[in-house]
């Protein structure tokens, strides 16, 4: 039972927009540290931008002040608005689910630390 199912992926051109949805089915949706994450082929999978509970963000220094992050905690949806792609954004984008402290303690980047992943969106930039 897939509990994160992402959606919003796409091919764009270089400038462009995307925004990445995230339905989490699970009722503790409100009370987690929801992240994005990304992997290119032959690359590690990276912390992308995070949000707690409270809406404390962070962002990995690559994508500062092009993406943004935001919860509703009212349909249990995590979203990524990403402006001003660039090809190297290239990746799978993955949902992921951990401890509420992870943002606060400026420690949501480690992939071991969250607990329950989507199974990625295709994002393509050319």
């Known amino acids: 039972h897939v509990q994160l199912v992402e959606s919003g992926g796409g091919s764009v051109q270089a400038g462009q927009s995307l925004r990445l949805t995230c339905q989490d089915s699970?009722?503790?949706?409100?009370?987690?540290?929801m992240a994005w994450f990304r992997q290119a082929p032959g690359k590690e999978r990276e912390g992308v931008a995070a949000?707690?509970?409270?809406?404390?963000?962070g962002y990995t220094d690559a994508v500062k002040g092009r993406f943004t992050i935001s919860r509703d905690s009212s349909n249990n949806t995590l979203y990524l608005q990403m402006n001003s792609l660039k090809p190297e954004d290239t990746a799978t984008y993955y949902c992921?689910?951990?401890?509420?402290?992870?943002?606060?303690?400026?420690?949501?980047?480690?992939?071991?630390?969250?607990?329950?992943w989507g199974q990625g969106t295709q994002v393509t930039v050319s």
């Open positions: 699970r009722r503790t949706f409100s009370r987690a540290s």
């Open positions: 949000i707690d509970a409270d809406g404390k963000t």
């Open positions: 992921a689910a951990g401890p509420d402290y992870l943002v606060r303690f400026s420690a949501w980047q480690r992939v071991g630390d969250f607990g329950n």
